[in-house]
T-cell receptor, first 113, second 118 residues
């Protein structure tokens, strides 16, 4: 079945540091890939997505590129802020995202001033 | 747009009682709603998928008689945890997909409900 593997946290960075959270996936078809963010005590928010190979999703300074050859969708941000502290989930879904979503285990990011 | 709400946000109940959680799409019609469960420091696990007007489809290992899902309208789905036990304590999150436009191609998540069974 489909699965998503992402790096374990927590990840602690100083403000303005560069962020990379690794994510790889296994899927039988051609899934859409997502990054969701969960702030403390809240539900999930879609951060960015990519629906086909070589697509780059971007939002709020975060980027991730759909790499079919390496089955990866790593999340990056050039300069993190304290307000980016949250749990980040990598996820995939067939058929554009309106079917079942398979989540990774989440990576907690803590940004310190 | 595309807001999903859940009620209550937190609930504490005694072991053996039942509790109902509501999931509403506020500004779009949700033909499909999904219910997830999240254990502490773990990922979300899909429990069931419900389409408006039909029975929910449960994932393997989820007891349908314990977790009753009703999707009676295009804007409301409910999850009832029957005869709750402490091991049912968890964070329950719903998501919804619409019938057209942008809402057709994305799932929109609610803020979650924290259930504690004492």
């Amino acid at each position: 079945g489909d699965s998503v593997t992402q790096m374990e946290g927590p990840v602690t960075l100083s403000e303005e540091a560069f962020l990379t959270i690794n994510c790889t996936y296994t899927a039988t078809g051609y899934p859409s890939l997502f990054w969701y963010v969960q702030y403390p005590g809240e539900g999930l928010q879609l951060l960015l997505k990519a629906t086909k190979a070589d697509d780059k999703g971007s939002n709020k300074g975060f980027e991730a590129t759909y790499r079919k050859e390496t089955t990866s969708f790593h999340l990056e941000k050039g300069s993190v802020q304290v307000s980016d502290s949250a749990v980040y989930f990598c996820a995939l879904s067939d058929l554009g995202g309106y079917q079942k979503v398979t989540f990774g285990t989440g990576t907690k990011l803590q940004v310190i001033p | 747009g595309a807001v999903v709400s859940q009620h209550p946000s937190r609930v504490i109940c005694k072991s053996g009682t039942s509790v109902k959680i509501e999931c509403r799409s506020l500004d779009f019609q949700a033909t499909t709603m999904f219910w997830y469960r999240q254990f502490p420091k773990q990922s979300l696990m899909l429990m069931a998928t419900s389409n408006e007007g039909s029975k929910a489809t449960y994932e393997q290992g989820v007891e349908k008689d314990k977790f009753l899902i009703n999707h009676a309208s295009l804007t409301l789905s409910t999850l009832t945890v029957t005869s709750a036990h402490p091991e049912d304590s968890s964070f329950y999150i719903c998501s919804a997909r619409g019938k057209g436009g942008r809402e057709l191609y994305e799932q929109y998540f609610g803020p979650g409900t924290r259930l504690t069974v004492t």
